[in-house]
């Protein structure tokens, strides 16, 4: 098992950065899927980005593509969101997950990972 604990969130301006991190614990960090999920108020929780085990591959949403970056440290245990330009529509409580796989795919959605943080929130203001 793997407990995750998500930081970084905060109030921000449109157009501003934020750097979420995703501290792991438990089992061994480099035997998971990483994946970056967010919910709006009102909303389903949606994926984000994801990355596999060895940060071959990775996936970012169209809505975030060329904004947001995620990036993984195996030695740190950690799992990280770059997020810039920053719009008001991403204000949302963003959670990481993990999925114990071998193999990775872009179409892993919610149902998908096996272990969740408990989100932070950001909000972007106008």
């Known amino acids: 098992q793997v407990q995750l604990v998500e930081s970084g969130g905060g109030l921000v301006q449109v157009g501003d950065s934020l750097r979420l991190s995703c501290a792991a614990s438990?089992?061994?960090?480099?035997?998971?899927?990483m994946g970056w999920f967010r919910q709006a108020p009102g909303k389903e929780r949606e994926i984000v980005a994801s990355i596999s085990r060895n940060s071959g591959r990775t996936f970012h949403a169209d809505s975030v593509k060329g904004r947001f970056t995620i990036s993984r440290d195996n030695a740190k245990n950690t799992v990280y969101l770059q997020m810039n330009s920053l719009k008001p529509e991403d204000t949302a409580v963003y959670y990481c997950?993990?999925?114990?796989?071998?193999?990775?795919?872009?179409?892993?959605?919610?149902?998908?990972?096996?272990?969740w943080g408990q989100g932070t929130q950001v909000t972007v203001s106008s």
């Open positions: 997950a993990a999925r114990s796989s071998v193999s990775y795919s872009p179409t892993y959605l919610n149902g998908d990972y096996d272990y």
């Open positions: 438990g089992r061994t960090f480099s035997t998971y899927v």
